[in-house]
C-alpha cells in the first residue's frame, strides 16, 4: 500500500506576530508538503491512478502554492523569500532583479533544480515564470485559491504577462481595481 503523502495545511500557517524565522521554517515545512504531494500526483497520474474526476496534478500544486504565497504576502512575511532564494547551493541572481516578486521568488525556492534528485529541472525558468505572473494577476484580481485555475483559464495565461506590464483588468473586477490602486 502506498505511503500517504501529508496535504499542505489551508489556512492559519502564518500570523502577523510570528518571528521571520519562524514564517521561514513554516514556509518551508508547507513548500515541502506541497512539492512531495505534486511529484506524488504526477507520478499517480502517469500510471493512470488518478479518475478524471480528481484535480489534475499541475492544477493542484498552483492552487496549494497560490494559497501558501498569498498568505505569506497577508501576513507580511514575504521578506523571507529573498534569504531562501539566497540559500539555494549554486543560484546565482539573475538579470533581472526578483526581489520584490514574492510569487516568482517562491516558485523558484519551491522547485529549482537539485540535481541530486532530478536529472532536470521540476520547472522551467519560463514555466515558473509563467505560472507566477498568473498568480499575481489572480491576486491582484483578489481571486479566491478554488478559483485560481478557472481564472487563469479565462484571463489567458499566455496573454497575462502583457496584461500585468499594461496594467490591464479582467471586465467586472472593478472594485479589485480601485482596491489596488487606492
Avoid at 508538503?33 to 492544477?59: C, F, H, M, Y
Avoid at 523569500?81 to 547551493?89: H, R, V
Avoid at 536529472?119 to 507566477?132: A, D, G, H, K, N
Avoid at 499594461?166 to 490602486?181: I, Y
Wanted: charged letters at 35%; proline letters at 5%; a positive charge.
Amino acid at each position: 500500500m502506498a505511503r500517504r503523502i501529508e496535504e499542505p495545511r489551508a489556512s492559519g500557517v502564518f500570523n502577523a506576530k510570528q518571528k521571520s524565522s519562524v514564517a521561514k521554517d513554516a514556509f518551508q515545512r508547507e513548500a515541502k508538503l506541497i512539492l512531495d504531494g505534486w511529484v506524488d500526483r504526477r507520478r499517480r497520474n502517469n500510471k493512470g491512478e488518478i479518475s478524471e474526476t480528481e484535480e489534475r496534478p499541475a492544477d493542484w500544486m498552483l492552487r496549494c502554492t497560490y494559497r501558501l504565497v498569498r498568505s505569506l504576502i497577508a501576513k507580511r512575511h514575504e521578506g523571507v523569500l529573498p534569504d531562501l532564494a539566497d540559500d539555494i547551493p549554486g543560484h546565482s541572481k539573475g538579470k533581472t532583479d526578483i526581489s520584490e516578486k514574492p510569487f516568482k521568488l517562491a516558485l523558484l525556492v519551491m522547485f529549482h533544480w537539485n540535481p541530486e534528485l532530478t536529472s532536470e529541472p521540476l520547472l522551467t525558468r519560463q514555466r515558473r515564470s509563467e505560472l507566477s505572473d498568473a498568480m499575481e494577476y489572480a491576486r491582484r484580481h483578489k481571486i479566491q485559491p478554488r478559483n485560481l485555475i478557472g481564472f487563469i483559464k479565462a484571463a489567458g495565461i499566455k496573454r497575462i504577462p502583457s496584461k500585468l506590464r499594461n496594467e490591464q483588468w479582467e471586465p467586472g473586477f472593478e472594485t479589485a481595481q480601485k482596491a489596488w490602486r487606492a
